[in-house]
């Protein structure tokens, strides 16, 4: 079957020839005429100890699916037979490169919908920042708004200058600079 086809969606024409080959190699069921072969999934089998060889039963019966063969069309079982081709794998190794394959695909989607998820993210924030009124007046004023931001950085610096020309001296010489400071008041009297 194809990867995401049932069992249910199998085109009659191959259920056709499975039960062409069914029928042609059973030892009672090649004999007779007009027989329907049944068939189901396997886990819908059920098998106990006391039932005889080859004897079957079924979990629900709701999944078993009929299927009528009238007689042996000899043209449809040489044509299969004709392109038969006999393996013996190894299902246990096919088994681990399905399941490869399979987390392989369900990783690649993964990282699918995380670049998804990154992509619409960003495009969220981007809308919220157009919404957002934190820059409106940067915008609506421009170049302007870093003239004053120039102007309030050299306001600071002035009243740095300011500070510096009239601090105090704490050092030894404080009589030196007493004097000094007497002697500019003393032309002003």
């Known amino acids: 079957m194809n990867e995401g086809q049932t069992w249910e969606d199998l085109p009659p024409e191959l259920l056709e020839d499975c039960a062409q080959l069914v029928k042609a190699n059973s030892i009672e069921g090649n004999k007779k005429q ?6 189901t999934p396997w886990s819908n089998l059920l098998k106990s100890g006391d039932m005889a060889t080859g004897q079957v039963s079924f ?18 079982v040489n044509r299969l037979n004709k392109t038969k081709v006999e ?43 157009l919404k957002s009124y934190d820059r409106v007046f940067e915008e609506a004023l421009g170049p302007v708004s870093s003239s004053l931001n120039s102007n309030k950085k050299s306001s600071s ?33």
Do not use: C, M, W
């Not at 009239?166 to 500019?184: I, K, M, P, S």
């Open 59 to 76: 979990h629900n019966t709701k999944k078993v699916r009929r299927i009528h063969v009238e007689t042996k069309d000899n043209a449809i």
């Open 34 to 39: 007009n027989i329907s072969i049944i068939y």
């Open 87 to 129: 393996k013996f794998p190894d299902l246990f190794q096919e088994k681990v490169d399905h399941q490869k394959r399979l987390k392989k695909k369900a990783n690649k989607e993964l990282q699918r919908k995380k670049l998804e998820e990154k992509r619409i993210a960003e495009e969220n924030r981007k809308a919220k920042e």
């Open 157 to 189: 610096n002035k009243s740095k200058v300011t500070d510096d020309i009239f601090a105090v001296d704490d050092g030894d010489d404080d009589e030196g600079v007493e004097n000094a400071h007497a002697n500019d008041f003393d032309d002003f009297f």
